[in-house]
């Protein structure tokens, strides 16, 4: 585990090309944190948790792209056994408050955290509420077509040719 970081805002997800829906969850941390006068700090993994379809950006890709569009620094928790099976309450004590020194939480609404997904942002209120920080829960992003941008849909998109779909929920060029 690493050292404590100073009081700031954090952002949670794994964020795999962090797309236009990441993007949208940043714009609200970088919010909270002009509000509260803290810095912006992104949780992430340095592998997707129990995915097992392609990954659509490298962890050094990422972390560039989550500073590009917002983040003043990158957390990266190894998704290791420990990790794996950790529960949800463990997992915002021991790492969102006691690492991150979380003093506001952002997330997306469709957010799954702890053993196996079981916790979501219904549970995440009430911890944040018992720790006494404040959650922002961003609702989900659609394109003007109302399909929904996931970093499953992009995916999909990749693995049907459909690169002009997937360049337009990232809302950049591929690999850009």
Excluded at 53 to 80: H, M, P, Q
Excluded at 104 to 127: I, P, S, T
Aim: glycine residues 10%.
């Amino acid at each position: 585990m690493e050292e404590k970081h100073a009081p700031c805002v954090v952002c949670l997800g794994f964020f795999d090309g962090v797309h236009l829906a990441h993007q949208a969850l940043l714009r609200a941390a970088r919010a909270e944190g002009e509000r509260l006068h803290l810095p912006v700090c992104v949780h992430t993994f340095d592998r997707a948790p129990g995915q097992k379809e392609f990954e659509l950006t490298t962890l050094e890709e990422r972390e560039a792209l989550l500073k590009r569009y917002g983040a003043d620094k990158v957390s990266v928790s190894v998704f290791n056994d420990e990790m794996r099976h950790m529960r949800g309450d463990a997992f915002f004590r021991d790492v969102v408050l006691g690492q991150l020194n979380a003093r506001h939480v952002v997330c997306g609404d469709d957010h799954r955290f702890g053993y196996k997904g079981a916790w979501g942002v219904n549970e995440l209120q009430a911890l944040c509420d018992e720790a006494g920080i404040g959650l922002t829960v961003v609702p989900q992003v659609s394109l003007p077509d109302g399909q929904r941008v996931s970093s499953t849909a992009i995916r999909k998109a990749l693995q049907e040719g459909n690169t002009e779909l997937a360049e337009r929920m990232l809302g950049r060029r591929i690999r850009d």
